[in-house]
């Protein structure tokens, strides 16, 4: 998250959502399900490293779900179960690093020991204070189960790794009154202070299915009043959790500190996690402050859940930050295992971490654009090249690498099929009626990723190219209906639109990263990303192949790819 005033001592912390998203078997279970016979006490592991990622950040056993930066150090500060690889028994773990990548364990930041926070210690902010304090807001949830909005204070400044957290008496500071439903008030933003020197954050909510962003305003960052009306909301969204709310510049990429709401030539991103869905959500609007307060969404897209999403796969609970360090906008998200429960506990471990993005504003003004950290360029070792490679109707190209950046050319759209605009409201559907095995016009054509030398297993990355009345409309998928032959697995192809003009230059661009049991993939630039887990039965990652593929009735070409080998990063 961005740090809240401009200093030198800079304090970035995301601590993303507490809870469980646990998709098994073509299904989502939202919320929180707690296994008790699993929390009783620390399961025997038998972890498997043919799963394990070597680059994302996961603790070397149980349950994870989810940074900062302080005098030269980044600090993750994540929802973890000690006891256990299921939902519960949640601390604040707490991770160090210089470079985002490469982490060492520190003991627990937060854990329940106040009545204030005693049945739990869940997601939270920070935010710099005047003199360069620190300050983090998160969700305790009291002897009554309110969920309710406490202070923390490092207890020794001087410390760079910040070991040490103090919870005063006097919380909670935020609590659920005046109306405030108790189980869904959760996730406090990072503060940001408006030119009147008035400090404002977010808490996340909802009034039956009306999900809001609860504003809340603090001349001292400790006594808090909530406003009149929320910053926003919307009909029939259902729970906000985790909101997001941050300023991003008209043109260039660099970031803003989350205080920059002032200055002129910026939009602002409102984003949430719809629990009712487990995806995040972001409109690009204005910010009206000071004495309206209000977010108001430029209209560009969808408000609801057909909106636009920061990621269209397993992706949730998502939170940025502002790095004064590369004055870059920086975001972080969760990933979870699309495995069963049995399976989480029998491997010793569940849930990672995305390779962090920056984050900036497209050129249209209409969407983000993201892109993994340039620090991941670090762990590339051999380099392979591929070009002018012509992909014809079921042909396959063998290729090598696990960040693999690939251009393809699009000669021809003339075979290019009809679109229909209904699919506009549900592009995941579309990709699952029209998997990778499904031929078309121009696509599919794309990646086999993590597949078996016979094909048996793989997941595909891919795009079909559509025509619309007056532009074409492209069409991104990450297919895992093949990429175990387990049938516990939750196995779904996940998609999104991407917003490019190709009628004229004809390329399309995809990048992947491949880590084991997760595949981020970025397409047209960065516009869509698709992040999915997948547990391959037949192979492991030293006998992974890959395969450049169409299926489509157009040749396609492969204009340029370079692809290289990770290295594996020191985490925990």
Not at 121 to 136: D, E, Q, V
Request: proline share 6%.
């Amino acid at each position: 998250m961005a740090a809240g005033s401009h200093s030198q001592f800079v304090l970035l912390l995301i601590v993303l959502f507490f809870g469980s998203c646990l998709m098994y078997q073509n299904s989502v279970e939202a919320s929180h399900k707690l296994y008790h016979l699993l929390l009783q006490s620390e399961q025997p592991s038998i972890v498997s490293n043919q799963y394990r990622t070597a680059y994302h950040f996961q603790p070397p056993k149980n349950w994870i779900n989810g940074p900062m930066y302080y005098s030269g150090v980044y600090h993750l500060f994540y929802q973890y179960n000690p006891k256990g690889a299921v939902w519960g028994n949640i601390v604040w773990a707490h991770s160090v690093s210089r470079d985002l990548l490469n982490w060492t364990p520190l003991p627990p930041a937060i854990y329940p020991s106040k009545p204030f926070d005693i049945n739990g210690c869940w997601s939270g902010s920070a935010t710099i204070l005047p003199g360069n304090k620190p300050a983090i807001l998160y969700t305790g949830i009291d002897p009554e189960n309110r969920q309710v909005q406490n202070i923390a204070f490092p207890k020794n400044l001087s410390d760079p790794f910040l070991r040490e957290w103090v919870k005063p008496d006097y919380n909670p500071v935020m609590a659920p009154v005046g109306g405030i439903n108790a189980s869904s008030f959760r996730d406090p933003t990072t503060g940001w202070r408006g030119r009147d020197g008035v400090w404002r954050l977010l808490v996340g909510s909802k009034i039956d299915r009306t999900g809001m962003a609860i504003l809340y305003r603090s001349k001292d960052f400790v006594h808090w009043a909530k406003a009149a009306r929320p910053l926003h909301s919307r009909e029939g969204t259902g729970m906000w959790e985790c909101p997001d709310f941050f300023p991003v510049a008209l043109s260039g990429r660099k970031g803003l500190d989350t205080s920059a709401g002032s200055v002129k030539k910026v939009k602002h991103v409102l984003k949430v996690s719809l629990d009712e869905t487990r995806y995040e959500y972001y409109t690009v609007g204005s910010y009206v402050d000071e004495a309206v307060d209000a977010y108001v969404p430029d209209g560009t897209s969808p408000d609801d859940r057909t909106g636009l999403r920061l990621d269209y796969g397993n992706f949730y609970a998502s939170k940025t930050f502002y790095d004064p360090a590369g004055k870059r906008r920086i975001l972080w998200g969760w990933s979870n295992e699309s495995d069963s429960v049995a399976d989480d506990v029998a491997k010793g471990w569940a849930g990672i971490q995305a390779i962090p993005r920056v984050l900036w504003l497209d050129t249209t003004g209409r969407q983000l654009v993201q892109w993994p950290i340039k620090e991941i360029e670090s762990l590339r070792r051999e380099e392979f090249h591929v070009r002018d490679v012509k992909l014809k109707t079921g042909k396959l190209h063998e290729l090598k690498g696990a960040d693999v950046q690939v251009e393809f050319d699009l000669p021809s759209l003339k075979k290019a099929e009809p679109f229909d605009p209904t699919w506009l409201a549900d592009p995941q559907k579309l990709c699952n009626q029209r998997n990778a095995s499904f031929p078309g016009g121009v696509g599919p054509f794309g990646l086999y990723v993590l597949a078996s030398a016979n094909l048996e297993e793989y997941t595909a990355l891919f795009f079909r190219v559509y025509k619309a009345p007056n532009k074409y409309m492209v069409l991104m998928c990450s297919d895992q209906s093949r990429s175990s032959l387990r049938p516990e697995v939750y196995k779904p192809a996940f998609g999104g639109f991407v917003d490019v003009d190709i009628s004229k230059r004809k390329k399309l661009s995809l990048r992947a990263l491949i880590d084991h049991s997760v595949v981020e993939s970025f397409g047209g630039g960065g516009r869509v990303c698709i992040t999915a887990r997948v547990y391959p039965t037949l192979l492991v990652a030293q006998k992974a192949h890959l395969y450049a593929f169409n299926k489509g009735l157009a040749t396609v070409g492969i204009e340029k790819l370079q692809a290289w080998n990770m290295a594996k990063a020191k985490i925990n």
